[in-house]
């Protein structure tokens, strides 16, 4: 559905975005990850048509982008990272001349306008000015304008930026109810954001693509994490017989606990045996849980080495 090759695009001498490619299926929610200036902006203008690449191409459901602009744009809703409102405009007035500029027939805009304030939840702000409504009540201003036409791909730049807890919290489900939908990539610096509602993660170093994975490979522990109050010379034996488990490592805890973690095709599975095999042993267990990989320490290793964007 979304084609991306080889895209390119620099700023004078600087290289916001370096031969980035990836293909996006439809239905997917994708997360495009990374820390403030790594290109994510960048690519999604470029994706939205508003931003020439300097090489590389984009195509949309086989439209190439750059030759096909208007078309490729109509299956598109974009929300950019500091959406335009104008203040002095009712939230439906504001719809109204949106839904103008994306061609749609005068006929057909009651409907759509109503239909974004409903999947928004803004019906007891329709007829508001937008200089009165709060970060997360404009946010959805900016998600209505985006959805008005009901595109079959969804751009989101940063969509809980700024926003409260409960506002977030509100944006990450009107995100999946979208998701139902449309295609969805939305951009972010915060990893929970990923966790919370993308399949697939992208992450930018520097302008790149430095990973492109799906979030459940990310996530699966490959260790199952063990806190008893035994040596290491007394427990490791008896841990490392036990059915399924390849290696065992261990290190102090506090008072006089030892933790071990115990190497699994799968962690998860491997619990209950453990449980079953430590009941035979005259031993306390404290803590018996699947290594949690997250996303937090994947993303510190991909980005934390080197984050300014490449100069020429
Ligand atoms: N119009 C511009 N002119 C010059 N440099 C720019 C321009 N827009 C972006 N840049 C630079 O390009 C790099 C990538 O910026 P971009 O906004 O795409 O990153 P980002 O990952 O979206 O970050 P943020 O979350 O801060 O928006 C940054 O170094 C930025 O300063």
Redesign the pocket.
């Known amino acids: 559905m979304i084609e991306v090759r080889e895209l390119s695009r620099s ?2 001498e ?1 290289k ?2 370096q031969q980035v490619s990836f293909d996006i299926g439809r239905g997917e929610i994708v997360g495009l990850l ?10 999604m203008k470029m994706m939205t048509g508003y931003l020439e690449p300097s090489s590389g191409s984009i195509r949309i459901d086989a439209l190439d982008i750059a030759e096909q602009r208007r078309e490729a744009q109509r299956r598109i809703g974009y929300l950019p ?1 500091n959406c335009p409102l104008y203040p002095e405009m009712r939230v439906i007035d504001y719809l109204d001349y949106q839904a103008a500029l994306h061609g749609m027939p005068d006929n057909r805009r009651p409907a759509a306008i109503r239909r974004a304030i409903e999947r928004t939840d803004l019906g007891p702000k329709a007829t508001a000015t937008i200089a009165t409504l709060s970060r997360g009540y404009r946010q959805r201003v900016g998600v209505a304008q985006a959805i008005l036409h009901e595109p079959a791909i969804l751009i989101l ?2 969509p809980t930026n700024g926003l409260d807890p409960s506002q977030i919290q509100h944006m990450r489900s009107l995100v999946r109810e979208l998701a139902k939908d449309a295609t969805l990539i939305i ?1 972010t ?1 915060v990893l929970q954001e990923v966790e919370a509602v993308c399949s697939r993660v992208l992450i ?1 170093r520097g ?1 790149q693509l430095a990973l492109d994975s799906a979030l459940d490979a990310i996530g699966r522990p490959k260790r199952l994490l063990v806190t008893l109050d035994r040596a290491a010379e007394e427990a490791r034996p008896v841990l490392a017989r036990i059915e399924g488990v390849t290696a065992v490592e261990s290190w102090d805890g506090d008072a006089g606990l030892r933790h071990f973690a115990l190497s699994a095709e799968d962690p998860q599975a491997l619990a209950p045996v453990v449980a079953k095999a430590l009941g035979r042993q005259p031993w306390n267990l404290y803590a018996l849980a699947p290594e949690r990989r997250d996303l937090e320490d994947l993303f510190g290793a991909v980005t934390l080495e080197q984050m300014e ?1 490449a100069h020429v």
């Open positions: 700023y004078g600087l916001a975005v990374g820390h403030n200036g790594a290109g994510k902006t960048t690519i990272e730049d940063e951009s610096h930018m302008g964007v």
